[in-house]
C-alpha cells in the first residue's frame, strides 16, 4: 500500500512559518559553511536555488536536491507527491533567470522544463541521487516536472 501525499502547511499558518524558518535556517547554515551544513541529505547533493516571487516580487531561497548532467544542473520540482506544484517551480515559469549556490560555487543560470526526450533520461539521473522520486511520483496523478538549469 502506498504511503498517503504528506500533509502540506496551508499558507500562512504556523505550519507554514515554521517550515520557511527552517528552510531560513538550513540556507544560512549552508551559506555560512559553502555546503558542509546542509550540502547532503538523505545522501543527495544539494542546491540553493534562488527564485522571485512571481506575486510578490520577493527574493527566496529553496534547498533542492540536484544532479548535473554535463554543464546542466537537473532538479526535480516534486514537493513531495503532492498534486500542487512547488511554488520555485512556478516562479521559475515567470522568471527563469536565476542563480544557484553549489556549495562554494555561484552560477547565473536560466531554467527550463526539460524535453520529452530529456524527461525520463534526466529522471533516472535524478532518481541516482535521489530514490525517492518514484515514491513522489506514484503519489501524485501530475506528471513531476524535471527541470533543467542551463549556467549562462
Known amino acids: 500500500m502506498a504511503k498517503p501525499p504528506p ?6 499558518s504556523f505550519g507554514a512559518k515554521a517550515f520557511n ?11 555560512r559553511t ?12 544539494v542546491l540553493l536555488l534562488r527564485h522571485v516571487g512571481r506575486k510578490t516580487g520577493q527574493a527566496r531561497t529553496a534547498p533542492l536536491m540536484y544532479v548535473r548532467d554535463g554543464e546542466d544542473i537537473v ?4 514537493r513531495g507527491g503532492s498534486d ?22 555561484k552560477l547565473d543560470v536560466v531554467a527550463r522544463d526539460a ?8 529522471w ?11 515514491a513522489y511520483q506514484e503519489r ?7 527541470v533543467v538549469l542551463e549556467p549562462v
Open 7 to 12: 500533509v502540506l502547511p496551508a499558507p500562512g
Open 21 to 31: 524558518w527552517y528552510t531560513g535556517i538550513m540556507a544560512f547554515l549552508y551559506r
Open 34 to 45: 559553502n555546503g558542509r551544513i546542509g550540502g547532503k541529505m538523505s545522501g543527495g547533493d
Open 75 to 78: 532538479v526535480i520540482a516534486s
Open 84 to 105: 500542487a506544484m512547488p511554488a520555485w517551480y512556478l516562479n521559475l515559469q515567470a522568471n527563469p533567470r536565476t542563480s544557484v549556490e553549489l556549495g562554494r560555487e
Open 115 to 122: 524535453t520529452e526526450e530529456e524527461h525520463d533520461r534526466l
Open 124 to 134: 533516472a539521473l535524478a532518481l541516482t541521487n535521489y530514490p525517492h522520486f518514484d
Open 140 to 146: 501524485t496523478e501530475r506528471r513531476i516536472p524535471v
